[in-house]
């Protein structure tokens, strides 16, 4: 290994995507060994000292801060990777890229298009390397179907859905904001289910099908007052709990997206169906090693909806892991865009999504919340999509 | 049997709609033996004599007619029922109603609101039995997610989504109009898929969850000229080819609806599922046996979506048919239809959905319209729906 | 209708399967108006005159009986169909064809090989047309099945497995023998699983795989004795709730067989599934309009299960029925088997499977048995099966 | 994670298997911060010193190897872990133990029986921690079963049936024997599925359901001479391809166990079932997060199989994770196994399964293979299991 080139990372936040990042830098070289640059878990902050400690030592991170500008200030820090709740993101991630270091930031990029854009004029100023953790695209049959679109099996494209649906936030006496709970606290996520689950499915629907043009949007606060854990009074809740919107995509083609928290029994129910005239393609994270093709050019009476177990060598990522029949886990997205990261560094090229690319899906949550409240139909302003 | 009592049916329409109605009838007195009254086909009415006799002599009609108002004149005819293209309901049921007639009409009951408001102007004046065809409710699943939702076991409804989604118009050759292809002609048929296919997923939502008080859709048409069988030129295609709308019910849940013939893989895939704070279902015409249910109150470790065959004798209709596990296919809907029409007749009272509640329905549809060319929110009008 | 010709049928038995005969009767000349042939409904036979009466009248035979001698001996009957308990099938079906009568018997053929040989040699001696009633090959998924394996595209077979799990019988409390659960009576039935679910199993099997040359089985009675719904004592109880076997098939195949009663959860659970070294097949009665296909020749990455919606009208039987997308039921099994014993009249050839060919899986059954009660391989003696 | 107990660990093999352990040992403690114990990667040995090297820099062992003797001489070594082909389990695990290591070692334990009964002869002379990588155990879903069973929820069980479906060595084309597929060389591996498949099947079995008391087997060669990779010859196949066999528990359950490699369409299908009285369980590894159950104590209208999403926190080992709805991988029965050894360290306690309980699993393939070779049935003489 020490013929690897080291990045150095130093990581803000501990909660829930702290340890996913940790472990794609745990885990990345043990099943990328090709790679020349391995991941060096060089610090971690929080504002605890205590909890950050025990962070550091059980995922072996080499020093600890517990102010983010002292992280960023480290000559010893080569990449700064945010994991802070949304309001965070702005502020760290201007100064990391004014200070020269690269960027690899949670999703949503920020919780309105005017800080991300400030994000992304400060990293391209700044000419650092930098992603966002729309981890999905990078699950085995996520690729898959990404590969299939663009090999053109589909056709003309006419439709494309996707919903993201959840229920832990059906009981009103579950508090909003504080610890655990920020993402249910507007002020700082930004949004609600907009920015937390639909941002990711616009991700991979951009991303698939490329830019979404118009937004009709309705969003829904099912339970309008709720505990607020750090200022102990009953207050107004601010988020969306639901949000459906259908649009346009610049193909041509339709959309319809629809996230909730309050759809009982899904627990995390990312999925998409894109149609094609020739062939479509479904996919559901509950099932995540699985894709669904169906490919109209199949003989007419053993035609059918196929059931793909992506754990074969020759589908995207798969050579890495283990046998065919053995899937793997939500994680190893993290562990893939962590491997696609270090291999750009080796290319120069970019690792998408960028923050360029990660502003175009703000500007659409932020055309959904806006024909939401507007009661109309609202232009995103997005015309492309890297791809 | 012939201490039944007859319901001397006159049918006019010999399309598929004909085929499955006039199986219902004729199979109706083998599975529902309990009942006072027995259909007697008495008669069926086309244009076409021979193939009007063909019909016939294949299904057991006693005497054919090729004009429906001679059927209509008819003292041996105590209903009509009506199988012809939408743009023929409204002046058949409206002369039928007035010959003192019960009428059975194929759904959507009109192509428009207006049509549909002198239909139900008529029947009521005419005071005569009546119902309209949206056949879907009486599958055993479907009316087993109306009578879990109508025991309150799902709580606060939060969502409701439905979508129907074909693929058989995809091909710029397919022609459109004329005989077996009059759903692709705007002026016979009304609509597109809203009324061919949305005006069914309407027809359950409201049934099992209420009415629909607002809606914002968009619609498209992608290919955008057929030739037309009847004129034998290329004219512009004038019906919706997709229909997506988001809504609100008066309960205050979102609904979600889509419908479209260019989903490649799905050959008629009608899904709907209704979420609660407690509970939640979903159903598939695919799988029409089957019903899908989630009690969040079962014990937490072992909690999971039950798939449920419902062709036990104590879930809907089923007493009538074989022992469990042994499905039934899509034409029972009719028949049970039939049998519930029968049923009607011996107590009295409406047999649901009568022309006033497809009336409701044609309601919801021409909002929707409304909403996709104006680009805007429309009030359906929409208060309350018969259950 | 006049110009058809006649088939006048007389049913012996008016429990479930006289119910699903009658249905096929009813129904064939609605479906298949092509066929010269039509059946008459002309007398039906049971030995309560009250019930016959009741069934005549809500099934529309002509006339009734109540001793099956007197059936046999009317000049107006042309076939007659054995719906039985299995320990009178071999006296009528001799009689019958002493007395010239074309012969329609319900499976499994006897209780033993004996008698069925004895029934095979008068129906022989008597040449008259006859067919036994195993229905499951004439689901469209299943009969499609046959059709892929004949078509060459599974290569050489490795393995046939199939199971039929069933849970009406776990409960102690339920009585054996007499109406309605003469199935639990050896003396009435034969055996238990063996002959009433696995004779099924190994119908289709031999018919889609050839000829099993030696089997090795298991049997269990979980429940040892019952209370005897005729004698109105405790008894031992004599059938097989489970049977297992595993076997070769003369193509080199192996084969595995499982029956049971105490499945809990499986109400009719009959799935088998053929895998060849190129393709494999499966399929479930519980969601009968589905096979499920694998072909390793499609394209690696997209290669997956086929889940075919059997219902397009270039699939077995499907031009017969409705649209695409929408599925028919298990009766519809035995209105085609109607339909091609009537086509067996017009080509006269025979009407698999026929007393012959059913006297083949009575071998396989009796040899499955006897290896059970023995502890050892039992050949069956089968050498080949008609296709 | 300076105040954890090291337990320095040994690898022995750096195949498919070497990897897995490795991930274990490398994971544990991120996800299982409260152990004592935590895994330091000593040493990894295999004959290539360039190869072994390699593997040694991928995964961060801190020395190599390349004679198994001079690994378990040495003194910095605490554990040693054989994932060798199975040819050299019982050397190598006999001079361990004799040298006072601990030993874990891949299943099966042994080629044989007699190899088996020395291995826990001397492991239990010794006294030396012990355990067997029978890893699916430890997937969450299954220890959901086993946990569910041991509540009583199935009662009485009449049921247990199993199978490992794989189609990798279909093509004749492919060799036996030497690097990479020593499992086709009976020498090497000592059987083919019995012992790599079945024997993965038995011990869950024997683990939820008790002692297989006898066996009635049946075992196929398909392909019956192949090139072997070392003599450069082509040679008889001594493996078996296919093994079936039903049996009796000793419980008084049925068994039915089946594996092949030669099931086209299944990567690595390992399913199990398990049917009681009042309810049933049943799994499959290609959806390794799902379990479904079906309790026969649900109101009967709404009474289905559920499909249990096994990823919340009450769930087995999925409070370890990350959130309900997000899956993991294969992978990560082998983090569990050594999270149990490390804790069993701490109770002093046994980490099942033990060298002696995979002995009865080897007294069960023995008798398996036995049975086919005798076509008889044989007694496993084993009378109990540990749970």
Redesign the interface.
Known sequence: ?SSKKPLRVGLVGTG?MGR?H??GY??V??FF?ELAYTPVMQAVCSRNAEKVQ?FA????YKSIETDWRALIARDDIDAVDICTPNDAHAEIAIAAAEAGKMVLCEKPLARTVAEAQKMVDAIEKAGVANTVWYNYRRLPAVS?AK??VDSG??GRI??Y?ANF????T?SADLPQGGAGLWRMDAEAAGSGVTGDLLAHCIDTAMWINGAISDV?A?T?T?VKERLHQVTGKVQPVGIDD?C???C?FAN?S?G?F?S?R????????YTFEI??????IRWD????????????S?E??????????V??G??PYMNK????????????SFIHQVADFLQSLETGGPCHPTFRDALETQKVCEAVLDSASS???KDTGVTSFAV
């Open positions: 290994m829930f996913t940790s472990n745990s885990q070289s043990h060994p025990a030592d059980q995922w072996g898959l590969q299939i099996k589909l006419f439709h859905r649906l959840q229920d832990w059906i009709s309705v829904e099912f639901a459906i919107f259908h346009h041509g339709l319809l629809e909730t309050y759809a009982r029994g899904h627990k995390a129910l149609n094609g005239a020739n062939a479509s994270l509950h099932d995540l090693n699985r894709l669904e093709y169906f490919d109209h199949d007419g009476i053993v035609r059918g909806w196929r059931s793909i177990h754990t074969d020759d589908q892991w283990w046998v065919p029949g053995l899937g793997i886990g939500y994680e190893h009661r109309s139909w």
